[in-house]
């Protein structure tokens, strides 16, 4: 810090003063740069868990008890699943095979059979930059339906959810980076008019 010589006023700080306050001040920046990039990184994955979490809720409640226009899974007589992975079940006991569930371009789809229009329930749309996406788990089906000797069904769902911030459109399947929010779901779904 700067002294006073006898008699010649105020001196300037030395070199080595500089150079420890030079070093003080640029660990403290550093410090404050990197709280501020972990806050940042928190701040992301919270949100993307969030909508993860959010997005799911709502899909499985529009799966089990339906919403306008789409009957629930849980008041179905019966449900498979296809070859090709897609689920299809009976809304009601004597409609027969009207209802199909399945995985498209990190969406999961409803719709009516055998012609109506595919619903988003779960996902954002392909070309978006971000947004949820959803795929089967890296190691089996995302649907099964297992059917008991009584008549009884019940589906089991496992869905692998992440949030991607950053898709490019051009690429044809969604791929969650390493930076990204993911989490797999496991739901089961009694169908509650499978044993009558």
Known sequence: MGNWAEGKGPRG???IEVLVSSVVFLVIFMGLATALQSILM?????TGTNECLDRFRLGMRVLKYGDAGLPGLAAAASASVLPDGHLVYD???TSGVDREWYLDQGRLMARALPAGTPVAVI???????SGVRVTAPQIGAWATAATSAS????VRLSLRLFY?????PALATHVCDGDE?????????????SDR
Do not use: K, W
């Open 91 to 93: 809304s009601h006991p």
């Open 164 to 168: 991607d911030t950053n898709h490019h």
């Open 42 to 46: 928190v701040n992301h994955l919270a």
């Open 13 to 15: 700080f030395s070199l």
């Open 181 to 193: 929010p993911e989490m797999t779901m496991h739901t089961s779904i009694f169908l509650r008019n």
């Open 151 to 154: 008549g009884s069904c019940l």
């Open 123 to 129: 996902g954002d749309a392909p070309l978006a930059q």
